[in-house]
Structures are given as structure tokens and as C-alpha cells.
């Protein structure tokens, strides 16, 4: 495993400006919040508290909550739920879209000690009970717009109502709208009218096939007054980065999601006959202690299940802020940025995305359903964005000027060369794109210089990383020859929980993929389970695609092996494009120009849109001939 120093993880955390000359008084919360909670995120919460109580921690469809009140409210939470009989032993599944309620359960349940299971909204209703069977959690939390979907969950699990089917209206807020950004919304005392609406559709949509299509309703629902004394707030394009923000806390419940819904524990249908539904407000109204942590929290991804089922990862705890530290050597983050994450919070890249905004000290910026439109509203405010592929390319469509944030961070699938060099053209030198896994974590981290030179590569390790191009006898491929990826850092999981944990060679981890090395940049080939032979020869999808993705008028494509009588398999290409995109013949000439003969496609099949999964990957499994 690659060797990252103190003293350099040290010096990079000083740079990022979350290690810095502090009170006396201050230094001892946060000595005293590690003692307590280790590097978690109780920990990241029990320190803004030490450092920044009244920063604003969190900005959704409701407003912005400060450091002080989310650590408030995730005691009560996490007291709350040991009260419904959750235990520090079990499990809690968690079902929702970015929004405050989700940050608080997961943080709950790490104070508790319980593991966390993190559920994929797109999954489907058979698919989501089949998981809920494996991993057998004592508590769902999930979104009321998901009910459908768990129609047929096991029964006896406690179930709780993170956010009502009905988020209310403006109106019940208490506000007709003012036609700024949610964020500036909540900084003036708003309750965050916002744009973003449950109907809302594509792939910003995480997993919309799991539940309803939504109401159509201003996800705004703040009971009027709950948001607002934001007087010292330092505004920064219009986010309020410091500042009394919320003023709910002192009650435990005042301005979460499930109040407008005004139901008593047991209002609400669902629950077990011994547990009756309730909301995360109903237990944050919890007056009973917090019991003592007996065990340490571990929380569970789902893979993305493109090439399979999906699988539960359980992630490690971080052993330091070191593994922060090496992403940070490559991605210029620093304390106190604000940070758009639209990318799921379920998702590894969604969730890494918020635990390095709370290491920072920073504030997240979340919606339930994030538009393009919307999202290019928020960016005027922030200065980090964590995004996937499919998100960024929807937001480069967006007519007009782009608002350029400090810091573009692109994970979860491939990036397209067109949309690498129309980001860098629009937004200048922020993209940054990070390839790993959710069982590696990150492998490299790609540059804007590095990508602005080589649109493809994924870049270069990050210090702590080691990076291998291996064959099929676990040996290493002579430089710049494709093999299979193997990497290793601290934060490779811990298995699977209810599979085989993928073989290892010499410590190191494979990700699935097929890459090469070239003058110490990755570029990653593709799947090594999607190579096709055609004719006796070896091709990759991933160069087809690449070739016919930078024609004009071309907005997606996806390459596919296909059985073949003459020669075992050939390649056919399915293409999302504009009216006046190119002809099959014309992508058919441009790959027969560029590439091999055998690389050439057997037919190119045109399409209104590619199947993709809640974080915008491809389903090729669903592509037929």
C-alpha cells in the first residue's frame, strides 16, 4: 500500500485551511469531540460546533440549519430512535433524496453506533424488498413519495417518515416566492421556495421509477418564522456561508421536513402492528438521553449493479483525515466552501462528496429534485460543485452564462471528451475528475491542465495510492499496454455484505476495469466483463464510443457487443442525437475512418434516451440489438 506521511497530510490540511491557530477553548471541543467520535460525521458536526456553531451547515428545499442545530437535532434524533428500540448492533435502512433528512439519519445512526444501509431510490420495488430481505435492518427511514415502491417490504421493520408526499406549497410557508435562489431564500428568512419540484424529471431525477412522479408541489414547507435571523450571515453570492440560520433547534423538531405533514406517531399508515409509522420530528421530540456508543457505525452502499445485481459494500471508517488530505493534494477544496452536491447522497461519490464538505467546514447545498435551471441558480453562491456525468453534461445545455465555481468535481461514470472540453471551455480550469469505486474509493484524480492536454485520462493517483495495470497472472503489464486496474489506499471496503468479497493481489483491489499508463496518466479502457472479440480480435466499446461521441449533433452514445455467426461477436452502437444529428451511415464512415475495420459497428441504433441508473450510468445490460 502507497505511503502518505503525516507531516505531507499535515501540510495539506494546513493549506486547505481545516488545520489552523485556534482558541484554547475551541481546540478542546474539538479534542474533545475526536476523543468521543472519532473521525466520523458526529465528529465533523461536534467540531463546527467547537469552531463555527453558527456557521450554516446544511441549505435545502427547507432553509439552512447551522452547525449548532444539526448537532442538536442528530442527538435528539439518535436518542430518539434508541427509544423506538433501535440498538447500536443493528442496521437502519435509509431511503431519500438529498435533503436534510438524510444527512441527520445517517448522522443519528453513527452516534448510535448503528450501521447504516444506504438504499438506491432507482431500484426497483422488487429490487428494493429483495435488499431489505439481505440486509435485514430493524428501521427504514425513507421518503413518503417511495411508498409504493416498499408496498411489499418485509413486515416488522419500524418504519419512518423522512419527508411527506406532499412537501406543502409556498404558500404554506408562508411565502409567495421571491424569485431567488433557495439559498438566498433561506438566508433572508425564507423557507426556501425554490424551483425544484417533485414532477421533475431525467436523470437529475434519482430513481424516479422507485416511487411516485411526485406532486408537483414547491418543495417548500417551512412553517412560517421557523427560517430565518440570518443578520450576521456573510453573504457570498447570495449562500449564506456563516450565520445564525435556522432557530430550530431549540425546540429539537421546529422546521424539519415532516412537520407540515402534521401527523402524530401512529397518524400514518405503514408501520408494524407493534410500531405504528412515525417522523424523524415525532423522534427528534424526544426528551431522553442519549445512550452511551457501544459499537462503531458502519455504513452499507449498494454497487451500482450495471453489470449485475447490486451488491451491499460496507464502507471502513476513516483512520485519520488523511485519506481528505490526499483527495485535497489534488482538488484545491478549502475550509468553509460552500458546496452544490446534486450528485445522490446514496451514492459513494454523493456520500464522499459530503463528508469532505463537513471536513471542511463547509456548507452543502441540496435539493430533492435538482434541475439544470436550478442548479445553475445555486452555483452563483458556491464554490465547489459535486456532480455526475450525466448531471454535467444536462447543466452545459443550460442556455446563457454559467456561473464558474472554484472547483468542478466529476465522478460515477466515464466523462465524455465533448463535455470535458465544453466544461473547461465554459467554466474555465475547474473540472477535476475523480475515477473510482465503491470498492476502491478513488483510484486517480484527473486535473484541468491534464484534461485540457488528454480529454480521456483519469489522471494520476493521489499521494497514499498505489496503482497497478496487472494481467491475467496478476503480473504487471510492460507501460502503456492495457491490462486490468488494481488499486489500493485507506479507504478500500470492507466486503461485501452477502457476497464474496472480490480476490486480492498483494493487497491491492481490482475495480472491474480494463486501462493502461501513459507517461503516468490513467486512461481507463472500459469494463473488463465488456470487451468484445470480434473476428479474433480484441475491442474495446469505450474507443468506439469516444469516436462517435465527438461528432456534432451527437449527445450520447453506448457501445455494445452482440452475438455474430461469422464472427462470434460485433459491435452495435446506440446513439441518443440532435434533429439534425448524423445519419447511420455517417457514423458508420467516421468509426470505418478512425478506427480498425473490426471496430466498425454492425448497425447503429438511434434512441430518445440510454437507460441509466439512479447515478446516471448506463445500463448496457438493457441495450438490445
Not at 505531507?8 to 476523543?35: I, S
Not at 451514492?347 to 435538482?370: D, K
Not at 465527438?550 to 462470434?568: I, K, L, N, Q
Not at 434512441?607 to 440489438?625: F, H, I, M, S, Y
Request: charged share 20%.
Amino acid at each position: 500500500m502507497g505511503t502518505y506521511s503525516a507531516a505531507r497530510a499535515l501540510a495539506t490540511l494546513v493549506r486547505a485551511g481545516v488545520v489552523r491557530p485556534m482558541r484554547p477553548d475551541r481546540l478542546l471541543g474539538v479534542l474533545g469531540a475526536y476523543l468521543r467520535w472519532r473521525v466520523t460525521l458526529p465528529f465533523g458536526y461536534a467540531t463546527g460546533v467547537a469552531r463555527h456553531p453558527d456557521r450554516t451547515a446544511l441549505v435545502d428545499d427547507l432553509g439552512a440549519l447551522t452547525y449548532a442545530e444539526v448537532d442538536l437535532r442528530t442527538t435528539r434524533l439518535a436518542a430518539g430512535l434508541a427509544a423506538l428500540g433501535v440498538r447500536g448492533d443493528q442496521r437502519v435502512a435509509v431511503l431519500c433524496r438529498n435533503h436534510r433528512g438524510f444527512v441527520e439519519t445517517v448522522t443519528a445512526c453513527a452516534k448510535l453506533g448503528a450501521d447504516v444501509v444506504l438504499l438506491n431510490s432507482g431500484l426497483s420495488p422488487a429490487r428494493l424488498v429483495a435488499v431489505l430481505r439481505e440486509q435485514e435492518p430493524v428501521a427504514l427511514v425513507a421518503d413518503a413519495e417511495f411508498d409504493g415502491a416498499l408496498r411489499d417490504a418485509p413486515s416488522g421493520i419500524i418504519r419512518v417518515t423522512a419527508w411527506p408526499e406532499d412537501g406543502g406549497s409556498a404558500d404554506d410557508a408562508g411565502d409567495a416566492g421571491t424569485g431567488n435562489t433557495k439559498a438566498e431564500d433561506a438566508r433572508a428568512g425564507n423557507a426556501g421556495p425554490g424551483d425544484a419540484r417533485a414532477g421533475d424529471a431525467g436523470p437529475w431525477d434519482a430513481g424516479r421509477n422507485a416511487g411516485n412522479a411526485g406532486t408537483g408541489h414547491v418543495d417548500g414547507n417551512a412553517r412560517a418564522g421557523s427560517v430565518g435571523r440570518t443578520a450576521q450571515a456573510e453573504q457570498v453570492g447570495g449562500i449564506a456561508r456563516a450565520g445564525h440560520a435556522g432557530g430550530s433547534a431549540r425546540a429539537g423538531h421546529g422546521n424539519g421536513p415532516a412537520e407540515a405533514g402534521g401527523a402524530a406517531p401512529g397518524g400514518l399508515p405503514g408501520g408494524t402492528r407493534d410500531h405504528p409509522r412515525t417522523t424523524l420530528d415525532d423522534l427528534r421530540a424526544t426528551t431522553t438521553p442519549l445512550p452511551a456508543r457501544t459499537s462503531r457505525s458502519h455504513v452499507v452502499v449498494l454497487t451500482s449493479g450495471t453489470s449485475g445485481p447490486a451488491k451491499g459494500a460496507r464502507r471502513p471508517e476513516p483512520p485519520s483525515l488523511a485519506p481528505a488530505a490526499a483527495l485535497f493534494s489534488r482538488i484545491p477544496l478549502r475550509h468553509g466552501d460552500v458546496c452544490a452536491i446534486p450528485a445522490p447522497l446514496f451514492h459513494t461519490w454523493g456520500f464522499a462528496a459530503f463528508q469532505l464538505a463537513l471536513v471542511l467546514g463547509g456548507t452543502l447545498v441540496l435539493r430533492r429534485h435538482p434541475t439544470p435551471e436550478a442548479l445553475a441558480q445555486d452555483l452563483r453562491g458556491c464554490d465547489a460543485l459535486f456532480t455526475v456525468p450525466v448531471q454535467l453534461q444536462r447543466l452545459l445545455e443550460v442556455n446563457g452564462p454559467l456561473p464558474s465555481p472554484r472547483v468542478i468535481a466529476s465522478s460515477g461514470s466515464a466523462l465524455p471528451p465533448r463535455v470535458v472540453r465544453d466544461c473547461l471551455r465554459r467554466t474555465g480550469p475547474a473540472l477535476h475528475n475523480l475515477y473510482g469505486s465503491t470498492e476502491v474509493s478513488w483510484v486517480t484524480v484527473a486535473r484541468p491542465d491534464e484534461l485540457a492536454a488528454h480529454p480521456t485520462t483519469a489522471g494520476r493517483p493521489p499521494p497514499g495510492t498505489v496503482l497497478e495495470i496487472l494481467d491475467e497472472r496478476g503480473d504487471p503489464v510492460p507501460p502503456g499496454e492495457t491490462g486490468r486496474i488494481f488499486a489500493g489506499n485507506a479507504m478500500l471496503f470492507d466486503g461485501y455484505t452477502h457476497a464474496e468479497s472480490r480476490d486480492r493481489v498483494r493487497g491491492l483491489l481490482p475495480t472491474g476495469d480494463l486501462g493502461r499508463v501513459v507517461d503516468g496518466l490513467l486512461f481507463v479502457v472500459g469494463r473488463d466483463d465488456e470487451m468484445v472479440v470480434s473476428g479474433g480480435e480484441n475491442v474495446h466499446p469505450s474507443a468506439v464510443e469516444d469516436v462517435i461521441s465527438a461528432m456534432p449533433g451527437v449527445r450520447e452514445v453506448a457501445v455494445v457487443g452482440v452475438p455474430d455467426e461469422r464472427f462470434g461477436q460485433r459491435l452495435v452502437a446506440h446513439v441518443v442525437k440532435d434533429d439534425d444529428g448524423p445519419t447511420e451511415e455517417a457514423v458508420l464512415a467516421r468509426v470505418r475512418a478512425e478506427l480498425a475495420r473490426f471496430a466498425v459497428p454492425r448497425a447503429v441504433v438511434f434512441r430518445p434516451e440510454l437507460p441509466r441508473n439512479a447515478t446516471g450510468k448506463v445500463l448496457k445490460r438493457e441495450l438490445g440489438a
